[in-house]
C-alpha cells in the first residue's frame, strides 16, 4: 500500500524568483505562509512550545487524550512505532527551499526561513553550488539529452505543450533525470544543507522514510 493510498511522507518545494531590478523575491512571505499552513495541517503531530520555550510534539489518540514528548525524541519514536494511535493520521513533512538570497541574508535566516523551519518536520535548503552543478550536468551530459530536449520544446516560440513542469513531465526526460540522481546520490546528497532539525543528517531523513515506506499501512488506517 503506497503513497496514493496512505501517504506517509511529503515533500514541498518552495523557491521564489526575483524580479528585475529587485533585490528580493516578492512573494517570499507568501510562499513561508503557505508551507508553513500546510506544514500545520496535514499530519496528526503537531508541534508546540513549552513556557520553558522548548520545542514538544503532540498526537491526539483516538481517545481524545493527548500524547507529548521533546519534539525530535517524538518524533522518532513516531517513526519505528508500530502502535496505530501514532501512526494513523502521521504524515512526515519535508520542506525544501531555494535561490539563496530570498531566505538568508548575510548568513543569517531571514524571518521566512524561520517560520518555515518551525513548520515542517525537515527543512532543507538547496544550495547555489548544487544547483549550478544539475544546470550544468543538463547542458553538459550526453546521458541528460532527452531532460534538456524537453526543457527548451517547453520554451520553445512554437511550443504547444510544456514538456517538463512540476506538473507533467516528458517520459524521456523523466527516466534520465531518475537515472542521473540515482547514479549520483552521494554527490546530490551534497547539494542540501538541513535547516532543521539541527544536528540531523541525510542519512537520517532516508532512514525515517525507508522505515515508513515499509509499515503495514492497510492495517494502521484500518484499526
Given amino acids: 500500500m503506497g503513497q496514493y493510498r496512505a501517504p506517509y511522507a511529503m515533500f514541498e518545494c518552495k523557491r521564489v524568483g526575483v524580479e528585475e531590478g529587485q533585490k528580493k523575491g516578492p512573494q517570499t512571505i507568501e510562499k513561508a505562509k503557505q508551507g508553513a499552513y500546510v506544514a500545520r495541517t496535514v499530519s496528526a503531530l503537531q508541534k508546540i512550545r513549552t513556557h520553558s ?10 481517545d481524545g487524550t493527548l ?3 521533546p519534539y525530535e525524541q517524538l518524533i522518532d519514536e513516531v ?12 504524515i512526515m513533512t519535508i520542506g525544501v527551499v531555494s535561490n539563496h538570497g530570498n531566505w538568508f541574508t548575510s548568513g543569517n535566516p531571514n524571518k521566512e526561513m524561520r517560520v518555515l523551519a518551525q513548520s515542517y518536520d525537515w527543512l532543507l535548503f538547496l544550495t547555489d553550488i ?11 551530459d550526453a546521458n541528460m539529452q532527452p531532460a534538456r530536449l524537453a526543457f527548451a520544446a517547453s520554451y520553445a516560440e512554437d511550443k504547444k505543450a510544456n514538456r517538463f513542469t512540476k506538473v507533467q513531465m516528458d517520459l524521456q526526460a523523466d ?22 532539525p539541527k ?5 537520517k ?3 525515517q522514510i525507508a522505515v515508513l515506506a ?6 494502521i488506517i484500518t484499526s
Fill in 53 to 62: 520555550g522548548q520545542l514538544h510534539g503532540v498526537i491526539s489518540k483516538k
Fill in 214 to 219: 515499509r509499515k503495514d499501512w492497510k492495517s
Fill in 199 to 203: 544536528g540531523f543528517t541525510m542519512a
Fill in 205 to 207: 531523513l532516508k532512514e
Fill in 79 to 90: 517513526v519505528h512505532s508500530d502502535d496505530p494511535e501514532l501512526l494513523r493520521g502521521f
Fill in 175 to 196: 527516466k534520465a533525470l531518475q537515472d542521473y540522481f540515482h547514479s549520483n546520490r552521494k554527490k546530490v546528497e551534497g547539494w542540501f544543507n538541513i535547516i532543521s
Fill in 67 to 69: 500524547y507529548s514528548k
Fill in 130 to 140: 548544487g544547483l549550478v552543478e544539475f544546470v550544468n550536468a543538463i547542458f553538459n
